[in-house]
């Protein structure tokens, strides 16, 4: 019985050592609005910001060397059920990161999205009023996640690069067997953020490239982005946002415009306003209306939508 008492408390010695040199961390979002999408008359419950759940971890191996992990999950709070036929749909990854930068394999962003498309929009992409989709990534070229990938980041003095390949197309929703390739760079300096992405989403004629700033002046964030590049059916494409954000006490106020113009499909527009007060750190209500235009909405209806909600991180 002593031995077995003794065994056990040098396990849980060595157990307390290996966790001092590790640390896995529980996050998540839950986001439910009620409110009007566009396109449609329906009044509804939704989730216009990608509720989730989320484990990620490092462990130092000591001598600069750390081994990290990540796994998201998607799904729907209004329901309950998963949001994608991806258990995993946020990102899957595993890797290391070194003195000379971190290496990641699995599912996982696109340098081109997390580092640079998704960093103009003033609202993240998040709400009905969002204008990333319509301004920093059109035409049905970019990606945001890609399957099968490796991916190299590296950050020094303010100055951040990301690359990633993964299996051919055929494996990533594509049809051919090129590669999909993804890079992007971006600097921030106090107020001050600017940013550059290409991407070759690999069928045969589809790449994109994007570039934008943003400059906070303390009483407003402005911020501003272009794109340009050729769909997978070899038609030309480009699209811009400008946006700010105006904080007044709890709230933040927020406004955006984008377009884009296809070829063969015209020019699509959107307007994006929203009121977001943050009752914590953690914890926010929001009230956001949208609007779309031109010419490759011409033959649409319910143009206008809004919604109403509240967030919490953890």
């Not at 049905?140 to 399957?147: E, H, P, S």
């Not at 051919?168 to 107020?191: E, L, M, R, T, W």
Request: no cysteine; aromatic share 10%; proline share 3%.
């Amino acid at each position: 019985m002593k031995k077995s008492l003794v065994a056990l408390a040098v396990l849980g010695a060595f157990a307390g050592a290996a966790s001092a040199q590790s640390s896995v961390t529980i996050y998540g979002k839950l986001d439910l609005a009620v409110g009007k999408p566009v396109l449609t008359e329906d009044k509804q419950v939704m989730d216009n910001t990608g509720s989730r759940l989320g484990f990620r971890g490092v462990e130092d191996l000591g001598g600069g060397l750390k081994a990290v992990f990540g796994m998201e999950h998607r799904f729907s709070p209004d329901t309950g059920t998963q949001a994608n036929a991806n258990f995993w749909n946020g990102y899957s990854t595993v890797g290391l990161v070194t003195n000379f930068g971190m290496v990641n394999l699995g599912r996982q962003y696109t340098p081109a999205f997390i580092m640079m498309q998704n960093q103009i929009d003033p609202f993240g992409g998040d709400t009905v009023a969002a204008g990333r989709d319509v301004g920093m990534r059109f035409g049905g070229i970019t990606k945001v996640r890609v399957a099968d990938s490796i991916r190299y980041d590296l950050s020094v003095a303010g100055f951040n690069f990301g690359a990633s390949i993964a299996e051919s197309a055929s494996n990533n929703g594509g049809v051919s067997n090129d590669k999909p390739i993804s890079v992007a760079a971006n600097y921030s300096a106090g107020p001050f953020w600017v940013g550059v992405g290409y991407e070759n989403p690999a069928a045969d004629e589809d790449k994109v490239w994007n570039i934008g700033g943003r400059y906070n002046f303390g009483f407003m964030t402005l911020a501003a982005g272009y794109g340009k590049g050729t769909t997978a059916a070899g038609a030309d494409a480009k699209g811009w946002l400008i946006g700010a954000t105006v904080p007044v006490g709890a709230f933040d106020i927020k406004a955006m415009y984008a377009a884009n113009d296809v070829d063969g499909a015209g020019e699509t527009k959107k307007a994006g306003i929203g009121a977001h007060y943050n009752l914590s750190k953690r914890t926010k209500v929001f009230a956001d209306a949208t609007k779309i235009g031109g010419s490759a909405t011409a033959n649409l209806d319910n143009k206008t939508g809004y919604d109403l909600g509240i967030q919490h991180n953890f």
